[in-house]
Nanobody
Framework: VQLQASGGGLVQPGGALRLSCSAS????????IAWFRQAPGKEREWVST????????YYTDSVKGRFTLSRDNAKNTAYLQMSSLKPEDTATYYC??????????????????WGQGTQVTVSS
């Protein structure tokens, strides 16, 4: 049972990247999937959650309109499409699974399985 995050890299400001989170050993459709990020010297920050069962997708204010979290249940993979990237988006990005209640989407403690992280660097 694991999550594997990938797709990070170096991109110029204004550019785009798509991160992938591949699940194995369980069905992603049965869980909420979230992305968090952590920049050097900063606390981990919640980015987005797609709740299971079609209960909606939610974003932190700083990425609304720029990031899109989607799922491909057939591939058991979730994606974070990031566009209009800014230097402040630079961080290690982690995917996680859980079954959080609506009021706890941004609480990392409610997610029970984490991927290993993928580095995103936005710089000219």
């Amino acid at each position: 049972v694991q999550l594997q995050a990938s797709g990070g890299g170096l991109v110029q400001p204004g550019g785009a990247l798509r991160l992938s989170c591949s699940a194995s050993g369980f069905s992603l459709r049965d869980y909420a999937i979230a992305w968090f990020r952590q920049a050097p010297g900063k606390e981990r920050e919640w980015v987005s959650t797609s709740r299971h069962g079609g209960q909606g997708t939610y974003y932190t204010d700083s990425v609304k309109g720029r990031f899109t979290l989607s799922r491909d249940n057939a591939k058991n993979t979730a994606y974070l499409q990031m566009s209009s990237l800014k230097p402040e988006d630079t961080a290690t990005y982690y995917c996680a699974r859980g079954r959080p209640i609506l009021s706890a989407l941004s609480n990392g403690g409610t997610y029970t399985l984490w991927g290993q992280g993928t580095q995103v660097t936005v710089s000219s």
